[in-house]
């Protein structure tokens, strides 16, 4: 039977903060991880120069001779750019510090915020029946974020259970909101998801409680907690998910995937 829940195309995913150190990583490569345990296929895109996503989800360098710089920037075969990892149904575009130049590069292209758009819908995208991409943005509002953010059917913020948390996710908000006013009417946003949360940690209880006041039903239910078997895994160049299946971490990850499905599912009706 015809799945009314999915969309044409792969659901487009930009996991987006910019501040840095908030778990966008992370959480892209363990939701990813997740939503592929759940019987998805997906493809990370690593958006971010320090290539963490890529090193997370174990690409050595020697393997990134084409990279999203390619896929943005030149005309290139998809299949040079789309790396399997070691996680089957889990696929990769990676990145290097070459990425760091785009950016200014992209300024005098006219097209520029619009070329990840393009490359994700280029028809060669469908040999690799994707469900979900989740593009890993880097930690600043550039236009390496926009071109995400443009591609994307949704955005999903990670927020961090610190001090300061909500200072500059407005600004994030005026990003969207000018994505959508500039090419991208229909983003929407996936959800912001508290990060590394301690519940003994009155800060992060305090913390939820404002996202929750301001942000209401966009806070999505599961927290993920702070869990040392998470921040092992990149060293193991695993997802936490392989790296300790029975960790606190992965079950988190497990649980967020559930309402990211259940999101689409939503959108459906
Ligand atoms: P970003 O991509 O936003 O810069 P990262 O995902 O790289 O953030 O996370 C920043 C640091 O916090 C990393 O060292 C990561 O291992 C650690 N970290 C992220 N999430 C957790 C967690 N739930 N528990 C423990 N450490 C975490
Ligand atoms: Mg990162």
């Keep these: 039977m015809h799945d009314l829940s999915r969309p044409a195309g792969p659901k487009i995913i930009a996991v987006a903060n910019q501040k840095g150190?908030?778990?966008?990583?992370?959480?892209?490569?363990?939701l990813a991880a997740a939503l592929v345990e759940a019987g998805q296929r997906v493809l990370v895109v690593d958006l971010d120069p320090q290539g963490n996503a890529s090193t997370g989800l174990g690409i050595e360098m020697d393997d990134r001779e084409f990279t999203t710089y390619e896929l943005l920037l030149e005309d290139i075969e998809l299949s040079s750019v789309v790396l399997t990892?070691?996680?089957?149904?889990?696929?990769?575009?990676?990145?290097?510090?070459?990425?760091?130049?785009?950016?200014?590069?992209?300024?005098?292209?006219?097209?520029?915020?619009?070329?990840l758009h393009d490359a994700?819908?280029?028809?060669?995208?469908?040999?690799?029946?994707?469900d979900y991409i989740l593009i890993?943005?880097?930690?600043?509002?550039?236009?390496?974020t926009v071109n995400a953010m443009i591609a994307a059917h949704s955005v999903l913020i990670p927020l961090q259970s610190e001090f300061f948390a909500l200072e500059g996710l407005s600004q994030l908000m005026l990003t969207i909101r000018e994505v959508r006013?500039?090419?991208?009417?229909d983003l929407r946003i996936e959800g912001v998801v508290l990060t590394m949360y301690d519940k003994r940690n009155n800060l992060s209880q305090q913390v939820e409680?404002?996202?929750?006041?301001?942000?209401?039903?966009?806070?999505?239910k599961t927290r993920i907690p702070r869990n040392v078997r998470v921040s092992e895994a990149p060293s193991?160049?695993?997802?936490?998910?392989?790296?300790?299946?029975?960790?606190?971490?992965?079950?988190a990850y497990r649980d967020l995937a559930r309402e990211v499905l259940s999101n689409n599912a939503a959108m459906a009706v």
């Excluded at 890993?136 to 390496?144: A, I, T």
């Excluded at 006013?181 to 009417?185: I, R, T, V």
């Excluded at 160049?237 to 392989?242: D, H």
């Design 181 to 185: 006013q500039s090419g991208n009417k």
């Design 236 to 251: 193991f160049a695993m997802p936490v998910l392989s790296y300790d299946s029975g960790s606190k971490g992965a079950a």
């Design 21 to 30: 150190g908030v778990g966008k990583t992370t959480t892209t490569i363990n």
């Design 136 to 144: 890993d943005c880097p930690p600043s509002l550039n236009l390496l």
């Design 209 to 220: 409680q404002d996202a929750r006041d301001n942000l209401g039903e966009l806070v999505f």
């Design 85 to 115: 990892t070691a996680t089957d149904g889990l696929l990769i575009v990676p990145a290097t510090v070459d990425l760091s130049s785009a950016d200014l590069e992209l300024i005098s292209n006219e097209k520029r915020s619009f070329l």
């Design 120 to 130: 994700l819908r280029q028809t060669q995208m469908d040999s690799y029946d994707l």
